[in-house]
């Protein structure tokens, strides 16, 4: 069974094979929020069929929440999570996405913590220098982390 699984990926067909039988907006959960066929996998098919820019369809484009669901009902085997990668990967970036990247960019990577101290002291509440011993072992657990 494993091995028909594996078949089934590698043989995804493209948006020019939908036939547009409808069954992938029956579990978009786009199409239950909005009713607006235009925003499901059967819409954006049927708009690059008929020479849609992918600049026309990114509403669309921008709205899938990429869970899956139509993939598995689609009855003509279209890989529509991967083309819709592709698609989101075609879209020109946004303005504030190139802002991001930009900050993103000029910023320093900075490290999550600072770097321990060559000579770190362990400062004691009341509770932990009631029992020495206690405090013995983290100061040479911490000793031993250096």
Known sequence: ???????????????????????CPLVCPVWRHTHDLRL???????????????????????????????EPVCPENIGLVDMLLDLRRALPPSTTAQNLHARMQAEAARPWAL????????????????RPVLL???????????
């Open 1 to 23: 069974m494993p091995d028909l699984a594996i078949a089934m990926k590698e043989h995804k067909q493209g948006y020019a094979a939908c036939s547009g039988c409808s069954l």
């Open 40 to 70: 499901t996998p059967h819409g954006r098919a049927k708009a690059l069929q008929h020479g849609a820019a992918i600049a026309d369809i990114k509403p669309s484009v921008e709205a899938c929440t990429l869970c899956g669901a139509c």
């Open 115 to 130: 770097p321990p101290a060559s000579g770190s002291v362990l400062l004691a509440d009341a509770a932990l220098s009631k």
């Open 136 to 146: 013995g072992r983290i100061s040479a657990l911490l000793a031993a982390m250096r």
